[in-house]
């Protein structure tokens, strides 16, 4: 019998929670190990060299804590380091696998839209990499894709600014500006799993005839096809309902802030990852 473990997901800060909780919602069975580099967020305006390098940092440390599958529940991350981390460093960890958040959505989410026109609202790092217009490319080329950089969300969600009038109308603005730039458009596509902590707000300043599309339901649903496709891999997974937490920040600060985003109450450890693993 292989080696079992949890199911780990990989994010730079909190907004990972928000694709973990939708996968534990749909596949509870399993143990799930959630690893937030707290320390470093956000990753959005960091170069592709800084964010593969912290990225592989991160997953190693979840390989090393047993996770046999790893979910980059971080669109930065997916965008500029996991084709890199599939293509050569998986070839040292024979029967590892890691996904990520971006094609799920390509996937699925064009076909949401009725005027074939999408726009897809994500940090400067998402956009640059134009990961989202290759996928779509690939999976719904019928489907026009724009992309507009929000940079201050992430800081908004992580600071908790964005419940203040100040940060509102910075939001405010923006959905202003990305509907006057693209007036076509019927979905949006929050590519940042910070994103959907301001779903609310968003859903109130959007015409109600534009779909607002979070990825955890999107991404839980393609892995869960994944996992019936791959049933070796299931066999390598722990099953138990339990779910771990460790981030890079003092333990206690992610404990509050994960209650203050989501309500939620939960333990953390606090660990130091580096290009040795966990110091």
Known sequence: MPKQGPIGFFDSGYGGITVLRAVR???PEYNY????????A???TRSFDVVYDYTWQGVRTLFEQGCQLVILACNTASAKALRSIQQK?????????VLGVVRPSAENIGKLSKTNEIVVLATEGTVKSASYPMEFAKFSPSTKVHQHACPMWVPLVESGEYRTPEGQLMIQKNIHEVRRLYPNADVYLLGCTHYPVLEPFLQAVIEDQIHVVSQGEVVATSLERYLKR???LVRKLQTGRSVQY???ENAVIFERRVFELFGQRCRAEQIKISDNGID
């Open 42 to 44: 956000p990753y959005g």
């Open 89 to 97: 460093e998986l070839l040292d960890y024979p029967g590892r696998r």
């Open 230 to 232: 791959h049933s070796w």
């Open 25 to 27: 919602l749909l596949l």
């Open 246 to 248: 460790m981030t890079t």
């Open 33 to 40: 190990l959630y690893l937030g580099d707290n320390a470093r």
